[in-house]
């Protein structure tokens, strides 16, 4: 099954857009975007996606693409044990 990364458009237009484009690139990964998650607070303070339903938040954008390819990946690693 494919990671699935959910994307808040507010929290695009702060910033992450680049982080969903680069994500984009990787045809393994499902990439959406919605109007809205129901996390602004979290959309408001920092940037942040949903990676298969875990919130994954970064302090930068750089950040951010990090952590959602480490929780992937520790989401694949578990699945496999």
Do not use: H, W
Request: hydrophobic content about 35%; proline content about 2%; some cysteine.
């Amino acid at each position: 099954m494919r990671p699935i990364v959910e994307f808040c458009q507010t929290n695009l237009a702060s910033g992450t857009q680049r982080v969903k484009e680069e994500l984009e690139k990787d045809s393994n990964i499902d990439v959406v975007e919605y109007d809205c998650l129901g996390y602004c607070v979290d959309c408001a303070s920092y940037p942040y996606a949903l990676v298969n339903g875990k919130l994954v938040a970064g302090k930068s954008t750089k950040d951010l693409l990090n952590k959602i390819r480490a929780e992937i990946e520790r989401q694949e690693e578990e699945m496999l044990s």
